[in-house]
């Protein structure tokens, strides 16, 4: 199965790999790792995760706050959010 990012969600990835980078050397790098290790779960097992609406579901991160919000359309994971967990938990829902 393939997976793609919503046009969005690469620059909000972007920023959280940022902002962990500048905490610690190599933070950023390890939560990168963290994100892509959610979406080779998801990958594997793309109905196993939580629902959030009818059309959604999320997979949460091992280490960090952070969950993967994605959709199943025409065969393909869209990731619509890498979404903090404790922040704005709905500002993703237009992104369906």
Known sequence: MNFKFHPEVEAELNAAIDYYEERQEN???EFAQEVY???HRI???PE???RMTETTRRCLTNRFPFSIV???KDGTIVIVAVMHL???PGYW???R
Do not use: V
Request: hydrophobic residues 50%.
């Open 27 to 29: 933070l950023g790098l």
């Open 37 to 39: 290790a959610a979406i």
């Open 48 to 50: 196993a995760w939580q």
């Open 86 to 88: 404790n922040r704005e």
């Open 70 to 72: 994605y959709t199943l």
């Open 43 to 45: 990958i594997g097992f």
């Open 93 to 95: 829902k237009k992104r």
